[in-house]
């Protein structure tokens, strides 16, 4: 491809609010722009590393065993009806409706269409097992698009789901998927964790998260320093430990008020009252479609509402709650309960039910909020002055933990969450009543598991590993090209000639080449290579030519070196292995 027949418009300065990497070499180096929030398009170069990915993705997943499929982006309500997902998916869910005020939504996943698809046309368990996928555009209504194509509204899936006949096909499918990922992410040049998660909306069994490492990652990871035991944050689990602090505190001592004007927060607490922030309790006051309740853990802990949404119910005896209904009550509903202004809540007399993190149990003297504007408590106790309706691990955790497998330690780490595998069990099949015969003609539910891959994210997350302060880095599997040729000067004769020469040489060899042949400074002309980051640079200057002899410079090198005209091919040709 030559320069001047493709659109590439490279830009000095990316945009302020491109606030990653990749998102702002992206932009600069004129592969995507933005048409509104968390919509893009894609220009020539920015699709050619799309279609490097998809093809990397669908080779591992045709050799897995998997069929290529194309469903529907527009999808009638009915079928999300069936599954219960109407209701509950929430906002991320775009709903619309056609000339005939038909509800639609655009699929954000495709659980309910193909379990649809299968239901229709496969009856019998010699047909199973079946694993189908596609490479598809998804829209989901993030509440916060960002970071360019790591988070955006519409964006490219590459989304699997397989079929079984028993748990234990289903299982060995997982695993299939498991190693089909680990070979795509490793094919793709990736520096990545396959992590434990939580199975959020999706619901289902188990699920493993691929996890590429980067510091710019929206995901905390947990991974334990002596075995292999990793975790996104949201689900790792925190072992019960009892902490020095409390142990040492025998006795309980009364009740005391004391006025702590201005104090909310655990650190402004703690100091004024000169104590360990991890004798504070902190007092969170949650509403939820079932009713307000409060939430207790330690002073020096986050919650982790993940873990929260699942106790909700046992909190209240009764079945499920929305999800998305789980939140922070708001100033009216906090003064309603506590009868005091935000920050200042506590356990002791509160009219709702308190579910507390394990980090609380057998917490002696502790500090905590006392209802009441510019107060606190000092030497609380659990039953002597307040019940706990429910004790569970609601806390995140923090590096330093002990290993809830092994007694090493846990280390925190920061990934961007590139693949997902579910094992999904019956939960689609039972819901929309999709079954087969088994050998002995009985008609069973499907057995499920989906497994996807952000195709986007996953480029973008190669940025974020690949980069310099000039530019992309692109790992060959990746590369939009691989080889970028800057004749130095387009007007002399013998430097165009000789470049055409060497492009034409190198295509034929079936290696992608990017012509530069602007008439521009060849300064400006390296630095729009450095940008781009294609992995091999070829210089055509006359002096050079003169002697026989191209420049070659690799991208992730900081100095050229000459080479032969004649063994030019062979020398491209062992840097691509
Ligand atoms: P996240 O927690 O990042 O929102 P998710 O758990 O909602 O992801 P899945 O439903 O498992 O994601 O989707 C499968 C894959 O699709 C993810 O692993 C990710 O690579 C990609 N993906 C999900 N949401 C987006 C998005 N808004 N923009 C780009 N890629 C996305
Ligand atoms: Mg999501």
């Known amino acids: 491809m030559r320069f001047t027949k493709m659109l590439v418009p490279t830009i000095k300065e990316a945009p302020k609010d491109a606030e990653v990497i990749s998102h702002q070499l992206m932009l600069r180096a004129g592969m995507i722009r933005k048409v509104a929030s968390g919509i893009y398009n894609f220009l020539p170069l920015g699709l050619r590393v799309i279609k490097k990915v998809e093809n990397i993705v669908r080779e591992e997943m045709n050799r897995a065993g998997a069929q290529e499929v194309l469903m529907p982006m527009v999808i009638p309500s009915e079928l ?58 998804k829209f989901r209504d993030e509440i916060r698009p960002r970071f360019g194509l790591m988070r955006g509204r519409e964006f490219i899936m590459k989304d699997a789901y397989s079929f079984h006949a028993t748990e234990e096909c289903a299982e060995r499918e997982y695993k299939n998927m498991y190693e089909t990922y680990t070979r795509i992410f490793e094919r793709c040049g990736l520096k990545f964790k396959a992590v434990e998660a939580d199975t959020g909306q999706i619901g289902g069994s188990f699920s493993h998260e691929f996890m590429v490492l980067a510091e710019t990652g929206e995901d905390a990871i947990a991974s334990c320093n002596k075995c292999n035991y990793a975790a996104n944050i949201e689900k790792a689990e925190a072992r019960r430990q009892v902490s020095g602090v409390r142990c040492q505190v025998s006795g309980e001592k009364p009740l005391t008020k004391v006025s702590t004007p201005h104090m909310k927060s655990v650190e402004e607490v703690s100091k004024f009252l000169k104590v360990n922030p991890q004798l504070l309790v902190k007092t969170l006051i949650y509403d939820s479609s079932i009713g307000s309740f409060a939430v207790l853990l330690r002073g020096d802990y986050e919650l982790n509402e993940t873990k929260l949404k699942k106790h909700v119910p046992e909190i209240f005896n009764q079945g499920a709650v929305d999800a998305d209904w789980v939140k922070l009550a708001d100033d009216k509903t906090v003064r309603d309960i506590t009868n005091a202004p935000s920050g200042f809540a506590g356990p002791v007399g509160l009219k709702c039910k308190i579910i507390a993190d394990y980090s609380i149990h ?58 997902h595998i579910f094992k999904l069990g019956a939960k689609y099949s039972e819901s929309m009543n999709a079954a087969f015969l088994d050998e002995n003609g009985k008609e069973r539910p499907f057995i499920m598991g989906c497994y996807g891959i952000g195709i986007g994210r996953t480029a973008a997350a190669s940025i974020e590993q690949n980069h310099d302060k000039d530019g992309i880095i692109w790992p060959f599997p990746l590369a ?98």
């Open 362 to 419: 057998g917490i002696k003297n502790a500090v905590t909020g006392a209802n009441e504007k510019d107060a606190h408590f000092i030497n609380v106790n659990i039953d002597r002055d307040f019940k706990v309706e429910t004790f569970a691990d609601l806390r995140n955790v923090v590096s330093g933990d002990n290993c809830p497998r092994c007694d090493g330690t846990l280390e925190i780490m920061r990934g961007i969450e590139v693949g």
């Open 480 to 577: 939009p090209f691989h080889v970028h040729i800057v004749p130095v000067n387009v007007n002399d004769r013998t430097v165009m000639d000789a470049a055409e020469g060497i492009y034409n040489e190198l295509e034929t060899a079936g290696i992608s080449v990017l012509m530069d042949d602007r008439d521009e400074r060849a300064g400006m002309k390296f630095k729009d290579a450095d940008l781009i980051g294609v992995p091999i640079r070829l210089t055509i200057g006359s002096k050079n030519l003169e002697n026989g002899m191209v420049e070659i410079k690799l991208r992730k090198e900081t100095t050229p070196f000459l080479c032969k005209r004649d063994e030019l091919l062979e020398k491209v040709k062992g840097a691509l292995k």
């Open 80 to 137: 999300w009806q069936e599954s219960k997902r109407w209701d509950v998916y929430g906002r991320e869910l775009l709903r619309l409706k056609d000339r005939h005020d038909r509800d639609f939504c655009l699929g954000p996943t495709h659980e309910e269409v193909i379990t649809d698809m299968v239901r229709r046309d496969v009856r019998s368990y010699r047909q199973l097992p079946l694993n189908f996928y596609q490479i598809q555009t």
